[in-house]
């Protein structure tokens, strides 16, 4: 059975679906990549990045933590030395990743330097555990819209361990409702009611085990959330942004993800 937010998704055909990879075969091909993109709203690209440089971040980031035995003291390690550390910047701008945005975006790609690192154990459920359904459109209004957004899993991620799950074909809806003018301000998610977001735009949910090495890459239109952790594992994962560097910035997010922002 697979949660949100403690709410039970509808795991019938019609509301539950595979996130779809890309192909071998289009791996290599911008346009045929881009397309993809305009089409679904994101690129599942498996083993994009090398899973040791993925699983030595993975134990950097838990020797700082494993000793953070309260809240408080993990925060402190987390904002305080993960966050603007040097290890993390590596590894958000490691050239598999790097150079993959300015091949595909076709010139100096820009990384916002607020970047999020996500940590949930087994059984955080609840509202306000997982990620609510949202679009980061709704975060970054005073930049471009042409922002793409990598979510990262730290390591292995099934289904089980709560990864993110997309709305199929939201960002069409979602672009024509920034269309006409039906935007959300102050920003704020949409619902942590994802079998109800299922049915309001008769969607499904997809979703897929992700490994070490994979990236998700998705534009600012699409809508996504994440699943519960049900599995016996820690999930880590982290979300960072790229777009053209000739393209304008949303200032509030050129510093670190800091304490003051919340998990």
Not at 8 to 26: F, I, K, M, T, W
Not at 119 to 127: D, M, N
Not at 188 to 208: E, F, G
Not at 229 to 258: E, V
């Amino acid at each position: 059975m697979l949660t949100s937010n403690g709410y039970v998704l509808d795991e019938s055909a019609h509301r539950l679906g595979s996130l779809g990879a890309v192909p071998d075969r289009e791996r290599g091909d911008r346009v045929l990549l881009q397309v993809r993109l305009r089409r679904d709203g994101y690129l599942f690209l498996r083993g994009l990045l090398d899973p040791e440089v993925v699983l030595a971040f993975r134990r950097y980031y838990f020797s700082l933590t494993r000793a953070a035995t309260d809240r408080a003291t993990y925060r402190q390690v987390l904002f305080g030395e993960i966050v603007p550390g040097a290890e993390y910047a590596a590894f958000c701008t490691q050239p598999a990743l790097r150079g993959w945005f300015e091949w595909f975006l076709g010139g100096t790609p820009f990384l916002h330097k607020r970047k999020i690192i996500r940590q949930t154990a087994p059984g955080e459920g609840g509202i306000g555990m997982a990620t609510q359904a949202h679009y980061d459109l709704l975060y970054l209004r005073e930049g471009t819209d042409q922002v793409l957004s990598a979510w990262i899993p730290v390591g292995d991620c099934p289904v089980a361990r709560g990864g993110l799950t997309y709305l199929e074909g939201s960002h069409r809806r979602v672009l024509q409702d920034e269309a006409l003018g039906l935007l959300r301000r102050p920003a704020a998610s949409i619902t942590a009611d994802l079998p109800a977001l299922a049915d309001q735009y008769d969607a499904r949910w997809l979703v897929n085990d992700y490994a070490a090495g994979d990236v998700v890459i998705h534009t600012a239109h699409t809508v996504h959330a994440a699943l519960d952790n049900i599995s016996q594992d820690i999930r880590l994962s982290t979300d960072i942004r790229y777009q053209l560097s000739t393209s304008p910035t949303d200032p509030r997010w050129q510093s670190h993800w800091h304490d003051r922002d919340g998990l």
